[in-house]
């Protein structure tokens, strides 16, 4: 076990910035900023059945999905204390069609972050697992005034840094900024995010397959032909997958990092308007594609290495493929038509 582990995400922090040359404590105070609009999310999720936090607040979102109330205080908690940082110049919420100004009484700082304040928010009445996710880059121009779409509209591979906070039985909150992946637990009883799983590395191959089976009759034949392999054909060679499937993005993903395993979102053509299947590059996919290369995995659109992706709308989806590389890699070969299968 890595002596490390139980150290506070504060003295991780400090440790991490003395290794980074010439780090000037923006970084850090920006992951600052974010861990503690988690423990606020985390208070609130906490305490979701007991205080009118739950249900609706009968609005829509910008993706066309019914805003719980939950889904407001976290969006605004985390607009609220990333502009209070100082080292913003910019934020891009799920919730939230635009990019969000930074309050003039607030310094512009050199960060673009694009965030997902709660997601799986339709599990909350259910007290399933729901989660944040974030994803940081740095502007492009420190120097020139006003940030611009240009800076928000960077593809996964030029991120700095990436996480999550699931808020499940325990608050996990994992993140890498490109030095490899850690989780961190919150104990409630004094307020800090403890070192509990040192340097993540996820499993070259899994025996977990997660993918909404709904959705089969809509998916391509590559994707048919996988899923169909994995549940008949892969049991040709004695070992059987196991389905699991959450329906909530950052529970599904945790699972598969620690376990190893695949996750599919492919592209359906249920939709018409979704053409791309349901999950956002900019808040979802690259955020996780980066957390999982940082960990040994793979994720792809199907054809494309997701933090390869040009964006060219902050809103944008994409198909999202991601887990141990071993099993990526089979999907890859269906979806390229490098392997068939089909059932006798
Ligand atoms: P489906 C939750 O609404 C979410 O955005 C992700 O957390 C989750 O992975 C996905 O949607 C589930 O979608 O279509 O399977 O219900």
């Known amino acids: 076990?890595?002596?490390?582990?139980?150290?506070?995400?504060?003295?991780?922090?400090?440790?991490?910035?003395?290794?980074?040359?010439?780090?000037?404590?923006?970084?850090?105070?920006?992951?600052?900023?974010?861990?503690?609009?988690?423990?606020?999310?985390?208070?609130?999720?906490?305490?979701?059945?007991?205080?009118?936090?739950?249900?609706?607040?009968?609005?829509?979102?910008?993706?066309?999905?019914?805003?719980?109330?939950?889904?407001?205080?976290?969006?605004?908690?985390?607009?609220?204390?990333?502009?209070?940082?100082?080292?913003?110049?910019?934020?891009?919420?799920?919730?939230?069609?635009?990019?969000?100004?930074?309050?003039?009484?607030?310094?512009?700082?050199n960060y673009i972050v694009h965030f997902d304040p709660l997601d799986g928010s339709s599990n909350i009445a259910a007290n399933v697992s729901i989660g944040t996710i974030f994803s940081i880059y740095r502007r492009l121009s420190p120097s020139e005034g006003e940030s611009t779409m240009k800076d928000a509209l960077q593809p996964g591979a030029r991120q700095v840094g990436a996480g999550y906070i699931i808020y499940g039985s325990s608050c996990v909150l994992v993140f890498s900024t490109g030095q490899g992946v850690n989780g961190f637990t919150l104990d409630p009883s004094i307020g800090e995010f403890l070192l509990s799983h040192p340097n993540i590395k996820t499993p070259a191959k899994g025996k977990i397959y997660s993918v909404n089976e709904g959705n089969y009759s809509f998916w391509d034949e590559g994707t048919r032909g996988y899923i169909d392999w994995v549940k008949h054909g892969?049991?040709?060679?004695?070992?059987?997958?196991?389905?699991?499937?959450?329906?909530?993005?950052?529970?599904?993903?945790?699972?598969?990092?620690?376990y190893g395993g695949i996750f599919l979102y492919p592209a359906d053509f249920k939709d018409p308007l979704k053409p791309k299947g349901k999950l956002r590059l900019m808040c979802e996919a690259n955020p996780l594609a980066y957390i999982i290369e940082q960990a040994g995995g793979l994720a792809t659109t199907g054809t494309e290495r997701i933090l390869d992706v040009e964006p060219n709308y902050i809103h944008q989806r994409v198909p999202l493929i991601i887990g141990s590389p071993e099993d990526v890699m089979i999907y890859q070969d269906f979806v390229q038509g490098k392997r068939t299968y089909r059932r006798a």
Request: glycine content about 8%.
């Open 1 to 109: 076990m890595s002596e490390n582990v139980g150290i506070t995400i504060s003295n991780h922090f400090l440790l991490n910035q003395q290794l980074t040359h010439g780090a000037t404590g923006s970084f850090t105070r920006l992951l600052q900023a974010m861990v503690l609009a988690c423990k606020i999310i985390q208070r609130d999720v906490g305490k979701a059945g007991l205080v009118d936090v739950l249900g609706r607040v009968g609005v829509t979102n910008v993706q066309g999905e019914e805003v719980q109330k939950l889904d407001e205080l976290a969006n605004t908690t985390v607009k609220r204390r990333l502009s209070a940082s100082g080292e913003v110049c910019a934020l891009v919420s799920e919730e939230e069609a635009d990019i969000i100004e930074i309050p003039r009484q607030y310094p512009q700082g």
């Open 234 to 258: 892969h049991s040709e060679h004695g070992i059987n997958y196991t389905s699991r499937y959450i329906g909530s993005l950052v529970a599904d993903f945790h699972r598969n990092l620690l």
